[in-house]
Protein backbone atom coordinates (compact mmCIF):
# COMPACT_ATOMS: atom_id res chain seq x y z
CA UNK A 1 0.00 0.00 0.00
CA UNK A 2 1.41 3.47 -0.88
CA UNK A 3 1.91 5.51 2.30
CA UNK A 4 -0.45 8.13 2.63
CA UNK A 5 1.42 11.95 2.36
CA UNK A 6 -0.88 13.62 4.70
CA UNK A 7 0.96 14.23 8.02
CA UNK A 8 0.39 12.15 11.20
CA UNK A 9 -2.66 13.45 12.81
CA UNK A 10 -1.83 14.15 16.69
CA UNK A 11 -4.48 16.06 17.99
CA UNK A 12 -7.50 14.64 19.28
CA UNK A 13 -10.45 16.21 17.53
CA UNK A 14 -12.79 18.16 20.03
CA UNK A 15 -16.32 16.83 20.87
CA UNK A 16 -19.13 19.16 18.92
CA UNK A 17 -22.48 20.30 20.18
CA UNK A 18 -25.26 17.93 18.93
CA UNK A 19 -27.73 20.33 16.00
CA UNK A 20 -30.55 22.00 17.82
CA UNK A 21 -33.58 20.07 17.55
CA UNK A 22 -34.96 21.28 14.53
CA UNK A 23 -32.13 20.68 12.46
CA UNK A 24 -31.69 17.16 14.16
CA UNK A 25 -35.52 16.35 13.14
CA UNK A 26 -34.67 17.15 9.80
CA UNK A 27 -31.88 14.55 9.97
CA UNK A 28 -34.22 11.96 11.20
CA UNK A 29 -36.87 12.21 8.78
CA UNK A 30 -33.89 11.85 6.09
CA UNK A 31 -32.83 8.46 7.88
CA UNK A 32 -36.73 7.43 8.75
CA UNK A 33 -36.44 4.99 5.99
CA UNK A 34 -33.63 3.13 6.60
CA UNK A 35 -34.21 3.18 10.35
CA UNK A 36 -37.41 1.11 9.73
CA UNK A 37 -35.82 -1.24 7.41
CA UNK A 38 -33.37 -2.54 9.69
CA UNK A 39 -34.33 -6.43 11.22
CA UNK A 40 -34.15 -7.72 14.54
CA UNK A 41 -30.90 -8.90 13.88
CA UNK A 42 -29.28 -5.74 13.15
CA UNK A 43 -29.69 -4.22 16.27
CA UNK A 44 -27.27 -4.16 19.12
CA UNK A 45 -27.41 -3.24 22.80
CA UNK A 46 -27.16 0.04 23.79
CA UNK A 47 -24.13 0.37 26.41
CA UNK A 48 -22.91 3.48 26.18
CA UNK A 49 -24.05 7.36 26.23
CA UNK A 50 -25.97 8.49 23.29
CA UNK A 51 -25.60 12.24 23.22
CA UNK A 52 -21.59 12.15 24.48
CA UNK A 53 -21.29 9.36 21.41
CA UNK A 54 -22.87 12.17 18.78
CA UNK A 55 -20.80 14.46 20.29
CA UNK A 56 -18.01 12.20 19.32
CA UNK A 57 -18.80 11.69 16.10
CA UNK A 58 -19.57 15.18 15.09
CA UNK A 59 -16.13 16.29 16.34
CA UNK A 60 -14.33 13.72 14.08
CA UNK A 61 -16.30 13.92 11.15
CA UNK A 62 -14.23 17.01 9.46
CA UNK A 63 -10.89 14.93 9.97
CA UNK A 64 -12.87 11.90 8.30
CA UNK A 65 -14.17 14.18 5.11
CA UNK A 66 -10.94 15.24 4.67
CA UNK A 67 -10.18 11.62 3.72
CA UNK A 68 -13.23 11.24 1.97
CA UNK A 69 -10.97 10.85 -1.64
CA UNK A 70 -8.55 8.85 -0.12
CA UNK A 71 -10.54 5.86 0.93
CA UNK A 72 -12.28 6.08 -1.96
CA UNK A 73 -9.39 5.90 -4.28
CA UNK A 74 -7.78 3.21 -2.03
CA UNK A 75 -11.14 1.09 -1.24
CA UNK A 76 -12.84 0.63 -4.07
CA UNK A 77 -15.45 -1.80 -2.16
CA UNK A 78 -15.57 0.17 0.38
CA UNK A 79 -19.57 2.11 0.86
CA UNK A 80 -18.60 5.36 1.14
CA UNK A 81 -21.82 6.93 1.50
CA UNK A 82 -21.81 6.03 4.77
CA UNK A 83 -19.32 8.68 5.63
CA UNK A 84 -21.44 11.01 3.28
CA UNK A 85 -24.58 10.35 5.61
CA UNK A 86 -22.37 9.67 8.49
CA UNK A 87 -23.54 13.58 10.15
CA UNK A 88 -26.98 12.51 8.77
CA UNK A 89 -27.18 9.32 10.77
CA UNK A 90 -26.00 10.60 14.14
CA UNK A 91 -27.92 13.59 14.02
CA UNK A 92 -30.86 10.67 13.55
CA UNK A 93 -29.59 9.21 16.84
CA UNK A 94 -29.64 11.99 18.96
CA UNK A 95 -33.05 13.30 17.84
CA UNK A 96 -34.19 9.88 18.24
CA UNK A 97 -32.83 9.59 21.49
CA UNK A 98 -34.60 12.87 22.66
CA UNK A 99 -38.02 11.20 21.69
CA UNK A 100 -37.13 8.18 23.46
CA UNK A 101 -35.95 10.61 26.87
CA UNK A 102 -39.43 12.80 26.22
CA UNK A 103 -41.85 9.72 27.25
CA UNK A 104 -40.30 10.21 31.09
CA UNK A 105 -40.45 13.66 30.90
CA UNK A 106 -43.11 16.54 31.93
CA UNK A 107 -43.55 20.00 31.46
CA UNK A 108 -43.48 20.28 35.46
CA UNK A 109 -39.81 18.87 35.18
CA UNK A 110 -39.07 22.21 32.88
CA UNK A 111 -38.63 25.06 35.66
CA UNK A 112 -36.25 22.82 38.12
CA UNK A 113 -33.98 21.53 35.28
CA UNK A 114 -33.65 25.07 34.13
CA UNK A 115 -32.79 26.48 37.85
CA UNK A 116 -30.29 24.00 37.59
CA UNK A 117 -29.10 23.83 34.18
CA UNK A 118 -28.16 27.39 33.72
CA UNK A 119 -25.99 27.84 36.67
CA UNK A 120 -23.61 24.89 35.90
CA UNK A 121 -23.43 25.47 32.18
CA UNK A 122 -22.14 29.12 33.08
CA UNK A 123 -19.90 26.79 36.18
CA UNK A 124 -18.44 24.67 33.51
CA UNK A 125 -17.95 26.84 31.12
CA UNK A 126 -15.73 29.78 33.03
CA UNK A 127 -14.20 26.62 34.21
CA UNK A 128 -13.74 25.49 30.58
CA UNK A 129 -12.27 28.71 29.13
CA UNK A 130 -9.68 29.03 31.43
CA UNK A 131 -8.63 25.62 30.79
CA UNK A 132 -8.26 26.34 27.03
CA UNK A 133 -6.10 29.80 27.73
CA UNK A 134 -4.05 27.38 29.52
CA UNK A 135 -4.05 24.94 25.95
CA UNK A 136 -5.64 22.36 27.84
CA UNK A 137 -9.02 22.13 25.84
CA UNK A 138 -9.89 23.20 22.51
CA UNK A 139 -10.03 26.61 22.46
CA UNK A 140 -12.81 26.72 19.26
CA UNK A 141 -14.52 24.22 20.68
CA UNK A 142 -15.85 25.92 23.61
CA UNK A 143 -15.94 29.39 22.00
CA UNK A 144 -18.60 27.67 19.90
CA UNK A 145 -20.40 26.77 23.31
CA UNK A 146 -19.97 30.44 24.42
CA UNK A 147 -21.55 31.74 21.73
CA UNK A 148 -24.84 29.57 22.36
CA UNK A 149 -27.83 31.27 23.65
CA UNK A 150 -31.67 30.40 24.79
CA UNK A 151 -32.91 27.46 26.62
CA UNK A 152 -32.49 25.05 23.71
CA UNK A 153 -28.45 26.03 23.64
CA UNK A 154 -28.06 26.20 27.29
CA UNK A 155 -29.34 22.13 26.66
CA UNK A 156 -27.05 21.41 23.85
CA UNK A 157 -23.90 23.14 25.25
CA UNK A 158 -24.20 21.01 28.15
CA UNK A 159 -24.18 17.36 26.22
CA UNK A 160 -20.80 19.40 24.33
CA UNK A 161 -19.02 20.77 27.78
CA UNK A 162 -19.60 17.05 29.04
CA UNK A 163 -18.36 15.32 26.07
CA UNK A 164 -15.42 18.09 26.11
CA UNK A 165 -14.33 17.32 30.09
CA UNK A 166 -14.41 13.73 29.72
CA UNK A 167 -12.82 13.73 26.95
CA UNK A 168 -9.61 15.03 28.26
CA UNK A 169 -10.39 14.71 31.98
CA UNK A 170 -6.74 12.70 32.27
CA UNK A 171 -4.93 15.52 31.33
CA UNK A 172 -7.02 18.60 33.38
CA UNK A 173 -7.68 16.33 36.18
CA UNK A 174 -6.40 18.51 39.17
CA UNK A 175 -6.32 21.36 36.87
CA UNK A 176 -9.97 22.57 37.32
CA UNK A 177 -12.62 23.63 39.77
CA UNK A 178 -14.97 20.97 38.24
CA UNK A 179 -15.53 18.03 39.22
CA UNK A 180 -16.63 14.62 37.96
CA UNK A 181 -19.98 15.09 39.52
CA UNK A 182 -20.74 18.21 37.68
CA UNK A 183 -20.08 16.56 33.93
CA UNK A 184 -21.94 13.68 34.92
CA UNK A 185 -24.48 15.89 35.76
CA UNK A 186 -24.24 18.04 32.60
CA UNK A 187 -24.42 14.88 30.09
CA UNK A 188 -27.66 14.04 31.96
CA UNK A 189 -29.17 17.17 32.48
CA UNK A 190 -28.93 18.66 28.99
CA UNK A 191 -31.42 15.76 26.88
CA UNK A 192 -33.70 15.82 29.96
CA UNK A 193 -34.34 19.91 29.47
CA UNK A 194 -34.74 19.47 25.85
CA UNK A 195 -37.15 16.21 26.56
CA UNK A 196 -38.94 18.51 28.94
CA UNK A 197 -39.20 21.73 26.72
CA UNK A 198 -40.76 19.44 24.07
CA UNK A 199 -43.26 18.51 26.34
CA UNK A 200 -44.11 21.80 27.34
CA UNK A 201 -44.29 22.79 23.29
CA UNK A 202 -45.33 20.02 21.77
CA UNK A 203 -48.00 17.90 24.11
CA UNK A 204 -47.60 14.33 23.55
CA UNK A 205 -45.22 12.28 21.62
CA UNK A 206 -44.87 8.50 20.91
CA UNK A 207 -45.04 5.93 22.76
CA UNK A 208 -42.25 4.49 25.13
CA UNK A 209 -41.91 1.15 23.12
CA UNK A 210 -42.44 3.25 19.71
CA UNK A 211 -39.75 5.32 20.96
CA UNK A 212 -37.60 2.74 22.33
CA UNK A 213 -37.51 0.66 19.26
CA UNK A 214 -36.53 3.91 17.03
CA UNK A 215 -33.96 4.81 19.37
CA UNK A 216 -32.58 1.46 19.41
CA UNK A 217 -32.46 1.25 15.75
CA UNK A 218 -31.46 4.88 14.48
CA UNK A 219 -28.18 3.91 17.31
CA UNK A 220 -27.76 0.63 15.27
CA UNK A 221 -27.41 2.56 11.90
CA UNK A 222 -24.78 5.19 13.11
CA UNK A 223 -22.92 2.89 14.85
CA UNK A 224 -22.67 0.54 11.82
CA UNK A 225 -21.09 3.63 9.81
CA UNK A 226 -19.00 4.75 11.92
CA UNK A 227 -17.62 1.36 12.16
CA UNK A 228 -17.43 1.12 9.18
CA UNK A 229 -15.58 4.27 8.31
CA UNK A 230 -12.95 3.39 10.92
CA UNK A 231 -11.94 0.44 9.52
CA UNK A 232 -11.62 1.89 6.39
CA UNK A 233 -9.13 4.91 8.08
CA UNK A 234 -7.31 1.77 10.17
CA UNK A 235 -6.07 0.80 6.54
CA UNK A 236 -5.75 3.78 5.17
CA UNK A 237 -3.70 5.10 8.03
CA UNK A 238 -2.25 2.13 8.67
CA UNK A 239 1.61 3.58 8.51
CA UNK A 240 0.99 6.52 9.88
CA UNK A 241 -0.51 5.49 13.18
CA UNK A 242 -2.83 8.05 13.76
CA UNK A 243 -6.29 6.23 13.08
CA UNK A 244 -7.28 5.58 16.85
CA UNK A 245 -6.76 9.98 17.07
CA UNK A 246 -9.08 10.57 13.65
CA UNK A 247 -11.85 8.09 14.38
CA UNK A 248 -11.55 6.70 18.24
CA UNK A 249 -14.05 4.04 19.40
CA UNK A 250 -17.29 5.58 20.83
CA UNK A 251 -17.06 2.33 23.77
CA UNK A 252 -13.87 3.58 24.88
CA UNK A 253 -13.92 6.49 27.61
CA UNK A 254 -11.40 8.86 27.31
CA UNK A 255 -11.87 10.47 29.80
CA UNK A 256 -11.00 8.00 32.61
CA UNK A 257 -14.48 6.39 34.24
CA UNK A 258 -17.62 7.10 32.35
CA UNK A 259 -19.83 9.83 32.79
CA UNK A 260 -23.33 10.74 32.42
CA UNK A 261 -23.99 7.46 31.10
CA UNK A 262 -27.88 6.64 29.80
CA UNK A 263 -27.74 3.02 29.64
CA UNK A 264 -26.80 0.87 32.79
CA UNK A 265 -24.11 -1.99 32.70
CA UNK A 266 -20.87 -2.96 31.23
CA UNK A 267 -19.37 -1.66 28.34
CA UNK A 268 -19.74 -4.48 25.53
CA UNK A 269 -16.63 -6.19 23.77
CA UNK A 270 -15.02 -3.48 21.38
CA UNK A 271 -15.66 -5.65 18.31
CA UNK A 272 -14.69 -3.00 16.15
CA UNK A 273 -11.69 -2.88 17.35
CA UNK A 274 -10.96 -6.68 16.84
CA UNK A 275 -12.13 -6.44 13.32
CA UNK A 276 -10.32 -3.68 12.36
CA UNK A 277 -7.52 -4.42 9.39
CA UNK A 278 -4.10 -5.90 10.88
CA UNK A 279 -2.19 -4.14 8.74
CA UNK A 280 -1.81 -2.99 4.97
CA UNK A 281 -2.14 -6.01 3.47
CA UNK A 282 -5.93 -6.14 4.85
CA UNK A 283 -6.87 -4.62 0.83
CA UNK A 284 -10.26 -3.75 1.43
CA UNK A 285 -12.02 -2.62 4.78
CA UNK A 286 -13.47 -6.22 6.11
CA UNK A 287 -16.80 -7.31 6.67
CA UNK A 288 -18.68 -7.55 9.70
CA UNK A 289 -18.38 -11.05 11.58
CA UNK A 290 -20.58 -13.54 10.78
CA UNK A 291 -20.41 -15.64 14.00
CA UNK A 292 -21.43 -13.12 16.65
CA UNK A 293 -25.01 -13.63 17.86
CA UNK A 294 -27.19 -10.49 17.22
CA UNK A 295 -27.84 -8.72 20.53
CA UNK A 296 -31.26 -8.48 22.19
CA UNK A 297 -33.24 -5.52 21.29
CA UNK A 298 -32.99 -2.91 23.50
CA UNK A 299 -35.84 -2.64 26.37
CA UNK A 300 -38.51 0.29 26.69
CA UNK A 301 -38.17 2.51 29.19
CA UNK A 302 -38.56 1.52 32.65
CA UNK A 303 -42.59 1.40 34.28
CA UNK A 304 -42.26 4.87 34.95
CA UNK A 305 -41.53 6.43 31.73
CA UNK A 306 -45.01 8.07 30.61
CA UNK A 307 -46.22 9.00 27.53
CA UNK A 308 -44.38 12.28 26.53
CA UNK A 309 -43.72 14.57 23.49
CA UNK A 310 -41.33 15.65 20.70
CA UNK A 311 -38.32 17.75 21.32
CA UNK A 312 -39.32 20.95 20.91
CA UNK A 313 -38.95 22.12 17.07
CA UNK A 314 -37.69 25.58 17.64
Same mark, same amino acid.
Given at each position: MTKSSTPVTKKKPAPRKPAAPPQAAAAYDRALPEIE? %????? +? *??IKLDIPRAVS?? +?GVLPGLLALRPAIAEALHKHDIALLDRLETYALA /? &???? %? %? &?LSTGAAESALKPLLAEAAPLRENLLGDAEALARRGLLDADAVAEIRAGQGHI???NDLVALSA %???GSWPEISGKTAATEEEVKRAGEIGPQLLAALGVREHGKGPGPTEAADKRARAFALLAHAYDQTRRAVAYLRWNEGDAET *???SIYKSRGGRATGASDDGPEPDDAEEAAAPTGPDAGT? !? /??? /? #? /?? !???? $? !? #? $? #? !??????AAPPAG
Open positions: A %LSPEQ +L *IAQV +L /A &WYAH %L %L &WDTA %LFS *IAPA !P /APS /A #G /AA !PAAV $P !P #G $P #G !PQAQPG
